[in-house]
């Protein structure tokens, strides 16, 4: 064979064996990112533990759910999902969609109406189960209603996991990590924004009457407070009720209240004439359901607690 004719060969072999390589390349990466694009759905049926320790058992995606607690229903439109929602309770105001959907009742539920909606998963809530208790589960599920009661959170963390339960029950795991991936990063650009602020103490009042109650250690606001490099002027754990004597010797730079009617009944008492917060006019209002609703809206909270505390560097 001439020598033309052998590097000839060479060239072609060398440009079959390069196009290979390629078409290969090409095919593991599609298969990398079919991969990661199953990873990034439920398998259904899926089993997850509730809040009362059960094993809950979804057969599929649910297409009819009833939400019985505002912050349920605000991860479930945060995560894309509004078709699928049927019911929710009578205190959700928020997303304004929220305001179309059919109410089963707030502090009590009209157990009958749920039955009736047939829904195929009821998302309860931990905290509401002095209403919603276990009987009426049980009568649920005993026709065949599905019932997951959510944790009632008290650290981001357990939101974080609470959200993202919902997102693989509903089949929305993406969504439910992309929801969660913003929060954190909104969190740290709070946590920059606050490194070089001077530390303050605060006292959150969450009801004046007819007794004064707190907010303490180990509650969700409480961590949002600490977000915020802010000191809680509470020590107790919880909501404790706090006597006058108690308040006033408490002391803080500031006083929130997540009710506007609370503000008249601080300021005007005299027996609290005398703390720094009432003589510097450092009571204000915070958003009540951003503060309290383990759900998406936690940066929002955390900015309204901002806003009232270092207004000088929120308000802008």
Known sequence: MKKWQVLSSVALLTLTLAACGAEEEAADKSTAKNSAETTETAQFPLTQTDALGKEITIEKAPERIISLIPSNTEILFGLGIDEQIIAVNDNDNYPEAALAKEKVGGMEFNLEQIIALQPDLVLAHESNLYSFNEEAIAQLEAIGITVFVVKDAK??????????????????????????TSIKTGIDEIEVKVADLEEKSVFIVVGTAPDLYAAGQETFINEMLEVLDVENAVPELGWPMYSTEQFVASNPDAILVTYESDIEAIQTNDAYSEMDAVKNDQVKLVDGDTTSRQGPRIVEGIESLAEAI??????E
């Open 155 to 180: 650290t981001f963390e357990e939101t974080y996991t609470t959200i993202e339960q919902i997102g693989q029950m509903t089949n929305k795991v993406q969504q439910a990590a992309d929801m969660i």
């Open 310 to 315: 270092y207004p000088e560097a929120f308000n």
